[in-house]
């Protein structure tokens, strides 16, 4: 994935980068040597990458849902992030393209990495990001949560409700129980309700936090 504990970017990672991301040559070499300052062994460990996390939630637990996120991010599944997957992870959430951001999207809710996702992965993945369970985090203001739409308003009935969007029934069929990512990605660019319960943007203070990390 590139030399990342060179003090230069490798030409190959460099034009790489570029070509798969908005990113300039000047912005990349700017942002490597930050990066190498933050990070001297040229990657990002889990628990750093929770503590951006934490660090905007301090009335929160954010823990159990930034693992998610990073292991979306950790294409080489080594549980650290390199410089390469660490830019990708900024572009995706500070405005990828929408099909790369469903592509991500769908590695977030496929827990398990099989290559398809359950009902049971949208459950966990929508109780983490919108519900107060436990030590899981909360982006929905309690008071807010007190206004959803009846059938929106725990995270089994949202669950649900992006399930049957789908198309998806419990019939015993496990083949048929499944969303690939084709599936994923062509229901959700079909509908804006699906969009917006799965929500698949990260929040705004997220991206200004990975933003500030490179600077």
């Not at 469903?102 to 919108?130: M, P, Q």
């Not at 496990?174 to 969009?195: P, R, T």
Request: charged fraction near 30%; proline fraction near 3%; aromatic fraction near 12%.
């Amino acid at each position: 994935m590139g030399n990342t504990k060179s003090s230069a970017l490798s030409k190959e990672l460099l034009e790489d980068l570029k070509s798969n991301t908005k990113y300039s040559e000047a912005e990349l070499c700017t942002w490597y040597q930050s990066f190498l300052k933050e990070c001297p062994g040229g990657k990002i460990s889990k628990e750093q990458f929770e503590g951006i996390y934490a660090s905007f939630f301090p009335d929160a637990d954010p823990t159990e849902y930034a693992r998610h996120v990073f292991r979306s991010f950790d294409t080489n599944a080594d549980g650290t992030l390199d410089f390469k997957e660490y830019i990708v992870a900024l572009h995706l959430t500070s405005g990828g393209k929408t099909l790369q951001k469903l592509e991500w999207a769908f590695a977030l809710y496929d827990v398990d990495g099989n290559g398809t996702i359950s009902k049971n992965e949208i459950l966990e993945i929508v109780r983490l990001t919108r519900f107060s369970f436990a030590v899981n985090f909360n982006m929905i203001p309690v008071d807010d949560q007190k206004n959803l739409p009846q059938d929106e308003n725990t995270p089994e009935k949202r669950a649900e409700k992006i399930w049957t969007f789908f198309g998806k029934q419990e019939n015993g069929n496990l083949e048929f129980n499944k969303i690939s990512e084709g599936e994923f990605i062509k229901g959700v660019m079909e509908n804006k309700d699906i969009l917006r319960l799965i929500q698949y943007d990260e929040p705004q203070k997220i991206k200004d936090k990975l933003k500030e990390k490179k600077q």
